[in-house]
T-cell receptor
Framework: NAGVMQNPRHLVRRRGQEARLRCSPM?????VYWYRQLPEEGLKFMVY????????ESGMPKERFSAEFPKEGPSILRIQQVVRGDSAAYFC?????????????FGDGTRLSIL | SQQGEEDPQALSIQEGENATMNCSYK?????LQWYRQNSGRGLVHLIL?????REKHSGRLRVTLDTSKKSSSLLITASRAADTASYFC????????????FGKGTKLTVNP
């Protein structure tokens, strides 16, 4: 009964490169959320997706960041032309189909380092 | 902003003692959740309390919610060294999307 799986666990990129972070939700979960955490800080919401739809992207930077959750395969958070300020831990969470009083289940995150 | 705040920022206690962490938030909520994060790991869900509930228990955990004061507390009784972690409260806004708004967390150290 696998939990939320994120890969890679660690990702190093040089400034200007692209970063692709993957998230496979728990089995039976169709809601995916992405959060970013800076050192010694809480998590900040980025985007909420259901299969093939972006529901809430109010936390996404307007440029360089995009997210998708295709019908088949994992959710992808894509950061183009990375800058030093993108260095952070990125967490994915998932929840089941219905009910607003459902907890979100988190993966172990991807630690992104920009050289 | 709905951003919550936990206090204290850091707490150091001896094994066997109780640990109390507090959380305040700013807007009307649907529910409030507490999570634990061990160093270098993801968040583990501990307990969810709905806006119409005042207290909830789970094992050694006790959570209270006071919506009139927009505050919550997490009590861990008979603490163990394995409870050492950061603890975050997160709120889901009433009528809003499913996103959670997290505080900055309380770093708990339980000394053996």
């Amino acid at each position: 009964n696998a939990g939320v799986m994120q890969n890679p666990r660690h990702l190093v990129r040089r400034r200007g490169q692209e970063a692709r972070l993957r998230c496979s939700p728990m089995k039976g979960h169709s809601h995916v959320y992405w959060y970013r955490q800076l050192p010694e800080e809480g998590l900040k919401f980025m985007v909420y997706l259901q299969k093939e739809n972006i529901i809430d992207e109010s936390g996404m930077p307007k440029e360089r960041f995009s997210a998708e959750f295709p019908k088949e395969g994992p959710s992808i958070l894509r950061i183009q032309q990375v800058v030093r300020g993108d260095s952070a831990a990125y967490f994915c969470a998932s929840s089941p189909v219905t009910g607003s009083n459902q907890p979100q289940h988190f993966g172990d995150g991807t630690r992104l380092s920009i050289l | 902003s709905q951003q919550g705040e936990e206090d204290p920022q850091a707490l150091s206690i001896q094994e066997g003692e109780n640990a109390t962490m507090n959380c305040s938030y700013k807007t009307s909520i649907n529910n409030l959740q507490w999570y634990r994060q061990n160093s270098g790991r993801g968040l583990v869900h501990l307990i969810l309390i709905r806006s119409n509930e005042r207290e909830k228990h789970s094992g050694r955990l006790r959570v209270t919610l006071d919506t009139s004061k927009k505050s919550s507390s997490l009590l861990i009784t008979a603490s163990r060294a394995a409870d050492t972690a950061s603890y975050f409260c997160a709120t889901r806004a009433l009528g809003g999307s499913e996103k959670l708004v997290f505080g900055k967390g309380t770093k708990l150290t339980v000394n053996p």
